[in-house]
């Protein structure tokens, strides 16, 4: 049990039925349509529309943007009826202009190596793909460096 | 029949997103300084399950019923970009805890804040495919 406290302070159920329904959530497309799902790839489809550099309009992107929209919706609404029906709200204290540049960067990363967390992380392992195992690599040992780093600086 | 399973699956992701508490920046960099290590939990639980259903459902069924094939391994390339690209999204995760998937489904939960990553992440995605447009397509 000691073992379990120091490495899991708020317990570990929650974190392994909430990685079970993680998975659930990326393979229901799967069976059904045959479809991989990664989430970053849905800020390119949404630039489809309107940009006309070929970087946002390969086919795939033209194919797929229909469906992205229904998978980002389906998120929302995930977070929503959880909050809803067996949570309370949280309200992040990170401050905006740290969200915002972070999330400038992970626009920017993400469209740079071809996915994130569940494209790459999660996906891309799945399928067995070696570029996906580079990525996923280097950008959690990048994120470990960098919060431990700034978490000496910035205390919040 | 696409839209709606990309839903439900989103709605389950979304949701085990929220139960994790990985909507909230604050438990993703728990994790990150290596005070939690719960989001490891998280992210290995979901490769598991997801391992288990790429590599055996195509094995059983031919053809997914509402598509022609299951997508199989892509093969791409490991290129500069992939190493720079995956430091620079490393960068922005370790800043403030967010990722894609994350940072949507906790605008759901009401997470607000969030939606300053959101935009940063469509702005990021702008600026980073507006200059790859400017090169030809098979520049490296």
Known sequence: MYMLETFFPLGMEHYLLGGVLVGVGIAIPFIM?????GVSSFFTAVWSYVHQGWFFQTDW???SRGWKWSLVA?????????TL??????????PWWQLFVAGVLVGVGTRMSG???SGHGI?????LEKVSLVATGTFLTTAIVVALVIS????? | MVKITMYIGGLVFGFGLALAGATQPEIVLSFLRLEDFGLLVVIATALLVTFVVYQGVPRLLKKPPYGEEFDGHDGFPVTRRTIVGAVIFGIGWGLAGICPATSLAALGTGNWPLLYAVVGMLLGTLIYGSIRSQQDPTHS
Not at chain 1, 74 to 82: R, T
Not at chain 1, 152 to 156: A, C, E
């Open chain 1, 74 to 82: 389906g998120l929302v609404s995930g977070g929503a009826v959880f």
């Open chain 1, 61 to 63: 992107y033209r194919r």
């Open chain 1, 152 to 156: 000496k600086i910035l205390v919040w």
């Open chain 1, 115 to 117: 996915g994130c967390t």
């Open chain 1, 123 to 127: 996906c891309g392992l799945a399928s």
């Open chain 1, 33 to 37: 349509t045959g479809l991989v799902v």
């Open chain 1, 85 to 94: 029906f067996f949570g309370t709200t949280v309200v992040t204290a990170v």
